[in-house]
C-alpha cells in the first residue's frame, strides 16, 4: 500500500464519521421538529428535503465509510454541501458557508481521487476488471 491509499483511507473514515455524528445522526433524533421547520430551497416541501438530506448524509456517508461507489457518494455529498454553503446559508455570514465549504472541499477530492486501494471499490474492481461490463467501470477505484 501506498502512502496515499492510507491517506484516502483515513479521510474516508473521519469525514463520514463526523459527517453521521454531527449532521446526519442530529437530523434523524430531531426529526420530528425539523419534518415541518427544515429549509427548503427548491421547495419540495421540508419534510422531502429532510429525507433527501438524510439520505445523502447518512446513506452517502456509509458508502465512503466502507468505500463502496465512493465516487457516487461524494458527488451526492458535494451537492448537498454547495446546496448548504450558497443557497441555504448563501445570505448569511461567512460563519455559516465556512463548514459546509469545508465538507465540500474534502468531497471534492474524493471524487477525483477515489476510493483508493483500501475499499470495497477496489476489492470489486480487482474482481471484475477482466470482465468487460459494467460492474468493472462503475468500481473503478
Known amino acids: 500500500m501506498r502512502g496515499k491509499d492510507w491517506a484516502v483511507f483515513v479521510l474516508r473514515l473521519c469525514i463520514a464519521a463526523m459527517m453521521i455524528a454531527g449532521h446526519g445522526w442530529r437530523k434523524v433524533v430531531d426529526f420530528e421538529t425539523l419534518r415541518v421547520s427544515f429549509s427548503d430551497p427548491f421547495a419540495l416541501g421540508p419534510a422531502f428535503t429532510l429525507y433527501l438530506a438524510l ?11 466502507i468505500g463502496l461507489a465512493t465516487r457516487y457518494a461524494a458527488a451526492g455529498l458535494l451537492l ?5 454553503a450558497f443557497i441555504v446559508h448563501g445570505g448569511g455570514p461567512w ?7 469545508l465538507y465540500a472541499l474534502v468531497y471534492l477530492t474524493l471524487l477525483l481521487a477515489g476510493a483508493g486501494r483500501i475499499s470495497l471499490d477496489a476489492f470489486l474492481y480487482r474482481v471484475f476488471r477482466d470482465c468487460d461490463n459494467l ?3 462503475l468500481f473503478h477505484p
Open 135 to 137: 460492474f468493472a467501470r
Open 95 to 101: 460563519a455559516k458557508m465556512e463548514l459546509p465549504l
Open 80 to 84: 448537498a454541501m454547495l446546496t448548504a
Open 55 to 65: 439520505l445523502v448524509e447518512l446513506a452517502g456517508s456509509l458508502l465512503l465509510l
